[in-house]
């Protein structure tokens, strides 16, 4: 049994985040496989921030809190920004060339 509380949030994230996008899951996916869970639970929280943002929750801007806990791991940053990205495509807010969020 898998002891790293990272695990099983990280899944629950990525089937939220693919609720909105299936393209930013596999990002995700990319992620855990690659960085690990920890990584992935941060940056599908980013994400999921950003989904509640596009629905008109709040105003889409850069998000500091969830990119200092990936700022150990830079490595996943540009994945990170793919799956922000084609979650706001998908979401109908920006075309995926256009996105200029850094987080």
Sequence with gaps: MNRNPYTRLSHIYIRLIRSYSPAASQALEKILNTHG????????LGLARLANRAKGDAKIDSDEFYAHHLS????VMPLYQEAAGVLLSDMGQVKVNDLSTSV
Excluded: G, H, S, W
Aim: net charge negative; no cysteine; aromatic share 16%.
């Design 37 to 44: 869970p920890r990584a992935t639970y941060y940056a599908a």
């Design 72 to 75: 150990d791991m830079p490595e």
